[in-house]
């Protein structure tokens, strides 16, 4: 007796969904646990804690304290960078954001020095944290919209860093 060579064939389709879809699952799952070990803090986009709790930033697995977070109500993909004295910005961003500049000034940066135009945002949101009126750069080159959380930022915070965490407080009253 032989086989109906359409149910083999429908089989072999079976046989091949099957697998697609194990490969498309396996991806999609993968993918979540890049996505988790690169941007640790992504939550902190939709963060809604108790105002005056403190933020705390996970490291990534290449070491920085990377965070999502607004700039005048528009989601951005911070790098916090402590040894920056305010927030930086590519021209990108601060075209998206429809920012404009108010003077120029040169900074020293990892790159070496860079002539770059100040600007005010008018709010910057890390979590349930923001601060109005902060000081900020734009760079020529920094890339994509992604910025460096500075010190015109971090300086309204007590910031602890230990263990692979740092932690931003309000600061007590004095």
Do not use: K
């Amino acid at each position: 007796m032989g086989h109906d060579p359409s149910a083999r064939r429908a089989g072999w389709i079976m046989l091949a969904l099957f697998w697609m879809l194990a490969l498309a699952t396996g991806t999609w799952f993968y993918q979540g646990v890049l996505e988790r070990r690169d941007h640790p803090n992504r939550h902190l986009l939709d963060d809604a804690a108790e105002p005056g709790a403190s933020v705390v930033l996970q490291r990534n697995r290449a070491g920085h304290y990377m965070a999502a977070g607004r700039i005048n109500g528009e989601p951005v993909d911070f790098l916090v960078d402590t040894g920056a004295t305010h927030v930086a910005i590519s021209a990108s961003l601060a075209a998206r954001l429809g920012l404009e500049a108010t003077g120029q000034a040169w900074f020293e940066t990892a790159n070496g020095r860079v002539r770059g135009e100040l600007t005010v945002l008018d709010e910057v949101r890390l979590g349930h944290l923001g601060i109005g009126s902060v000081r900020a750069v734009i760079l020529p080159e920094i890339g994509g919209d992604r910025a460096l959380l500075g010190m015109s930022f971090l300086n309204h915070f007590d910031i602890r860093v230990r263990d692979g965490q740092m932690v931003l407080m309000v600061p007590e009253a004095r």
